[in-house]
């Protein structure tokens, strides 16, 4: 099976939807201007690759295939999840970033913390397992690491696009997210987002 225009449609449903990833692309435009959503973004974009590499390696298979380790990779994704929600439920009132001026421990910090959002992502473990095997095909003439590094090429062009985008229309917002009342909504919602997607993860690890 390798109808790539399927494999373009799910990628885009799976990452447009709401969840910790776009909780993170939105804060950092916010926060840390364009270049600190980019970092993010591009952090996204590493900590998918290695996670899709170590899956096709035969990590990921091990993992699902063992409950200890798919109970161990939630309770991991869930403590970044909290700590993520409580730094942003403390976070000062968001202030506006003059174009080049992100520091540099700004934008590492970004690129961080978004490839580690991704990497224990157990959602994306579980997509890659299982999803993406349907679109490999073993006689193809490809070969069968170029189409895995075709779909990766495919899932990043969709996650920069839609992150992107979403980074555009936080920044349309930005003027009125930037006073008290629009930052600490921002603020709080964001983190009730991540300890959500945090407890949720906590609950399927002890069921």
Do not use: K
């Amino acid at each position: 099976m390798q109808p790539y225009p399927l494999f373009v449609a799910l990628s885009v449903v799976t990452v447009l939807m709401p969840g910790p990833a776009v909780v993170m692309t939105l804060s950092n435009r916010l926060a840390g201007g364009l270049a600190a959503c980019w970092w993010g973004i591009a952090g996204f974009a590493c900590g998918y690759t290695a996670l899709v590499l170590l899956a096709m390696g035969g990590v990921g298979v091990a993992a699902l295939g063992a409950p200890q380790g798919m109970g161990a990779l939630r309770l991991v994704a869930a403590a970044l999840l909290a700590y993520l929600g409580l730094r942003l439920w403390r976070a000062p009132p968001l202030a506006v970033v003059p174009a080049g001026a992100l520091a540099t421990a700004t934008a590492r910090r970004c690129f961080v913390q978004g490839a580690l959002l991704q990497f224990v992502n157990p959602y994306a473990l579980v997509f890659v397992t299982t999803v993406w095997p349907q679109f490999l095909n073993r006689s193809a003439s490809l070969p069968l690491m170029s189409q895995v590094l075709l779909l990766l090429a495919i899932h990043t062009g969709v996650t920069v696009g839609i992150h992107g985008s979403y980074a555009v229309l936080a920044g349309r917002a930005r003027r009125w997210l930037s006073t008290e009342g629009g930052a600490r909504a921002l603020r709080r919602v964001g983190a009730l987002l991540y300890f959500g997607f945090g407890a949720s993860l906590l609950l399927r690890a002890w069921a």
